[in-house]
């Protein structure tokens, strides 16, 4: 800002801008960082991220879900992780349960429609 000549507000005006066209990001501390061209990556929850699949995939009610070790090479993360995301998913309605030898099935579609 000191180099710029510009105040906080319009600093932080910018960024907002940036951070809505996708070019910056908010990380922790208040701090902004400038985002790279290939260095794009969804910081959203695991969680939400699994529910997109629903969509990305075209999936209707009563479809079955991907397993955990397909969404663990989707999302390169550890089957514990698609676990814990799977789990918040089923106690929100969206999936059905799983287990061992057991497909999930889709409950509900994000839109609202659909619901079982």
């Known amino acids: ?3 710029h000549g510009v105040s906080r507000g319009v600093a932080l005006r ?7 066209e996708g ?9 902004w960082r ?9 910081r959203r ?3 939400d991220r699994v529910l997109d699949v629903i969509r990305d995939d075209g999936l209707e009610v009563g479809a079955t879900f991907p397993s955990a070790s397909v969404l663990c090479e989707r999302f390169g993360v550890s089957r514990p992780t698609v676990t814990k995301a ?6 929100a309605g969206w ?5 061992q030898g057991k497909l999930r099935t889709v409950r509900a579609l994000p839109n609202g429609e659909g619901r079982s």
């Not at 400038?34 to 969804?42: A, E, L, S, T």
């Not at 999936?95 to 287990?99: A, D, F, R, T």
């Open 95 to 99: 999936l059905s349960e799983g287990g």
């Open 86 to 91: 799977l789990e918040k998913l089923e106690a």
């Open 14 to 20: 910018a960024f907002g801008v940036l951070q809505r």
């Open 45 to 47: 929850a695991l969680a």
């Open 23 to 31: 070019l910056a990001e908010q990380v922790p501390g208040g701090r």
């Open 34 to 42: 400038v985002v790279r061209n290939g260095q794009r990556v969804d």
């Open 1 to 3: 800002m000191r180099d």
